[in-house]
């Protein structure tokens, strides 16, 4: 499950939806709501009072780091990384992952290959 400090026992339904999202980060807040029988609203409040940021937020950051781990140890194309990574639209993922890692998808994977040089030799 995710590591979050937290100063009050975690509500069961937000560990409920800590672990669908670890399980599939791709999932969307409508069904993570349904998932523990909250309304949409309901839910993003809850999260974000328990967790201390947005459930969109949370689930951006789990989908980016999914993405750059797929990028550093898988030769799948951007585009399947994307969609593995909950992303239907690649120009919505190349944006959030350049904003996110300051460099583009393909920049990211060429700089994570670079082979170590050991100075001096």
């Not at 979050?4 to 672990?19: C, N, S, T």
């Not at 194309?77 to 969609?83: A, F, H, L």
């Amino acid at each position: 499950m995710a590591n979050i400090a937290v100063h009050q026992p975690i509500d069961f339904r937000i560990a409920k939806a800590l672990q669908a999202i670890d399980h599939d980060p791709s999932t969307s807040i409508p069904n993570l709501a349904t998932l523990v029988s909250l309304s949409g609203s309901r839910m993003r409040h809850l999260f974000k009072t328990q967790v201390g940021m947005s459930l969109k937020s949370f689930l951006t950051d789990r989908r980016l780091n999914r993405a750059a781990f797929f990028l550093q140890t898988t030769q799948m194309t951007i585009k399947e990384v994307s969609y593995l990574s909950g992303y239907s639209q690649s120009p919505n993922f190349d944006r959030a992952f350049q904003k996110k890692f300051h460099c583009s998808p393909t920049c990211y994977r060429n700089q994570q290959r670079q082979p170590i040089v050991l100075w001096p030799p």
